[in-house]
């Protein structure tokens, strides 16, 4: 168990609509990174907080956003989905935004567009 | 910008052979290099990681090297276990990118076989 907690686990919805995925990092960790997997793609960093503030931002499409509240769990919503959005989404979590790649991983949420 | 290449999978090997899964990177600067395991269904973890050329990390029966004449960071276990089915991810943080976010890359499946 890596003290990363996802929510939900699954996620089945239709193409046009919006999701919230959910983040409670380690405690203690004030950084958090949400990345992305799916098969043609493979593992994608979308962006990063720490204490509520973005940090670093990859490969997030403008239908997608984030955010970190000030009890450092954090929320990543997806809007106007489509069929290629289904993948599991990642979050980890770090002390410290230095740490030098040292992440822990939550399980994921499964996300299935039909 | 940063990038990892990883040997194509899937990998199967029979219990106590000898693993090698190559990995090398892209990177301006100096990056820290990382192996991530995946069991299934649950999230990444961190299985070894090296910060300088030439450092050795190791973990768990496994091992890599950072090579920065070649740029690699080859994976290595001399006997590996039905245990060590997983998927395996080089990854590297720093050098060009900030803060600690992590380029990945496409993942190496290893089956071992009793």
């Known amino acids: 168990d890596s003290g990363v907690t996802q929510t939900p686990k699954h996620l089945i919805t239709a193409t046009g609509q919006r999701v919230t995925l959910r983040c409670s990092p380690r405690s203690g960790d004030l950084s958090v990174y949400w990345y992305q997997q799916s098969l043609d793609q493979g593992l994608q960093f979308l962006i990063q907080?720490?204490?509520?503030?973005?940090?670093a931002k990859g490969n997030i499409l403008e239908r997608f956003s984030a955010q970190q509240f000030p009890d450092l769990h954090s929320e990543l919503n997806l809007s106007s989905l489509e069929l290629g959005d289904s993948a599991l989404y990642f979050c980890?979590?770090?002390?410290?935004?230095?740490?030098?790649?040292?992440?822990?991983f939550g399980e994921g949420s499964r996300l299935t567009v039909l | 910008g940063n990038s990892v290449t990883q040997m194509e999978g899937p990998v199967t090997l029979s219990e106590e052979a000898f693993l090698t899964i190559n990995c090398t990177y892209t990177?301006?600067?100096?990056?820290?290099l990382f192996w991530y395991v995946q069991y299934p269904g649950e999230g990444l973890q961190l299985l070894l990681k090296?910060?300088?050329?030439?450092d050795k990390g190791s973990n768990k029966g496994f091992e890599a090297t950072y090579r920065k004449e070649t740029t690699s960071f080859h994976l290595e276990k001399g006997s590996v276990q039905v245990s060590d089915s997983a998927v395996y991810f080089c990854?590297?943080?720093?050098?060009?990118?900030?803060?600690?976010?992590?380029?990945f890359g496409e993942g190496t499946q290893l089956t071992v076989n009793p």
């Open positions: 980890a979590s770090s002390v410290d935004p230095r740490d030098s790649g040292e992440l822990f």
């Open positions: 990854a590297l943080s720093g050098g060009e990118t900030s803060g600690s976010r992590l380029t």
């Open positions: 907080y720490y204490n509520g503030e973005e940090r």
């Open positions: 990177a301006t600067g100096y990056p820290s």
């Open positions: 090296a910060t300088k050329a030439d």
